[in-house]
């Protein structure tokens, strides 16, 4: 079997196409899933930063945030940094945090 030119061309057309109307599926707006949000004490590079990740419910990372300091600054930066790079369709309507008091002063200055 060979492929020709032709055969080439006419699947790289369709490509972009079947992208897109796959892209509905793999990202359905209305299968928003609740993000969870927490902090966690890591070592980098020999030092001990803060990470903070955003995992939605399947356990894909959605955005991390590395910072010195675990502190209601750092909580805002890194939720307008993560709400500002998602869809509008994709923010959803219940963001699950561990209790930190940080993260109710961060959400308050962002309302």
Not at 51 to 76: E, Q
Request: overall charge positive; charged content about 20%.
């Amino acid at each position: 079997m060979s492929i020709t030119p032709r055969f080439i061309a006419g699947f790289s057309a369709t490509t972009p196409e079947i992208e897109n109307r796959l892209r509905w599926y793999w990202r359905n707006p209305t299968d928003i899933s609740p993000w969870h949000i927490y902090e966690t004490y890591v070592k980098v590079n020999g030092r001990w930063v803060y990470l903070y990740p955003a995992v939605d419910l399947r356990g894909h990372t959605i955005d991390f945030h590395l910072s010195a300091r675990c502190n209601t600054k750092a909580a805002y930066r890194f939720l307008g940094k993560i709400l500002n790079n998602v869809k509008q369709w994709q923010i959803p309507q219940l963001i699950n945090t561990d209790k930190a008091p940080t993260y109710g002063c961060a959400l308050s200055l962002l309302k």
